[in-house]
Nanobody, 121 residues
Framework: QVQLVESGGGLVQAGGSLRLSCAVS????????MGWFRQAPGKQRELVAA????????????NYGDSMKGRFTISRDNAKNSVYLQINSLKPEDTAVYYC??????????WGQGTQVTVSS
């Protein structure tokens, strides 16, 4: 089993920055990719970014739009079994619950409980 615990969310003014962290515990030897999704009220959960064990990152479709491009950076520390999401120039439309995600070598998906990010205008 794998457990994920997010931290770093909160209330921030537009233009500010946040760094989300996610620590993975349990059967960490089996974890593969790690990433972040987000879900805004009334919307579907969407991929923000994912990163493989080698450090190669892939960003979700929203990242290619003007609204998110260049503002989100994902990173991971394999020694600490942790993944991070740096968000700069926050906008009110970034308000959402951000979920940490990982999968294991067998293809099982694991989710954190989510951390709320609220951006005030």
């Amino acid at each position: 089993q794998v457990q994920l615990v997010e931290s770093g969310g909160g209330l921030v003014q537009a233009g500010g920055s946040l760094r989300l962290s996610c620590a993975v515990s349990g059967s960490t030897f089996s974890i593969n990719a790690m990433g972040w999704f987000r879900q805004a009220p009334g919307k579907q959960r969407e991929l923000v970014a994912a990163i493989g064990r080698s450090g190669v990152a892939n960003y979700g479709a929203p990242n290619y739009g003007d609204s998110m491009k260049g503002r989100f950076t994902i990173s991971r520390d394999n020694a600490k079994n942790s993944v991070y999401l740096q968000i700069n120039s926050l906008k009110p439309e970034d308000t959402a619950v951000y979920y940490c995600w990982t999968d294991d070598m067998n293809g099982f998906n694991y989710w954190g409980q989510g951390t709320q990010v609220t951006v005030s205008s």
